[in-house]
């Protein structure tokens, strides 16, 4: 059964960052698809980043520059760190996963919550001004 589990998240100022981490389990290899959704308050759930297992990653055009990815195959693990944070990113950050990333992935894109199969409860990000 695969389980994705969260951590890192809190409330922080503006300006401050953040590093909020996936551990998956329950794959029986390391050939499938990480990423990382957020859903704030009055929002839509967006796409965030998704990394394959090659390492390439495809970012939301909009994050680009203060989000990165770091994940590591040998734990099972995907990193999401946030620079510069904004009221803004306030919300709840899910990681997702699927057995692999969608077609558009190839373009640089980060896909929609339907192109994955397997998600983690979210943990709180919470930026204050």
């Known amino acids: 059964q695969v389980q994705l589990v969260e951590s890192g998240g809190g409330s922080v100022q503006a300006g401050g960052s953040l590093t909020l981490s996936c551990a998956a389990s329950?794959?029986?290899?390391?050939?499938?698809?990480m990423a990382w959704f957020r859903h704030g308050p009055g929002k839509e759930r967006e796409g965030v980043a998704a990394v394959d297992n090659d390492g390439s990653t495809s970012f939301a055009e909009s994050l680009k520059g203060r989000f990165t990815t770091s994940r590591d195959n040998a734990k099972n693990s995907l990193d999401l760190q946030i620079n510069s944070l904004n009221p803004n990113d306030t919300g709840i950050y899910y990681c997702a996963a699927a057995r692999f990333c969608p077609v558009v992935h190839a373009l640089g894109m980060v896909g929609t919550a339907e192109d994955f199969a397997y998600w983690g409860r979210g943990t709180q990000v919470t930026v204050s001004s």
């Open positions: 329950g794959f029986t290899d390391t050939n499938y698809c």
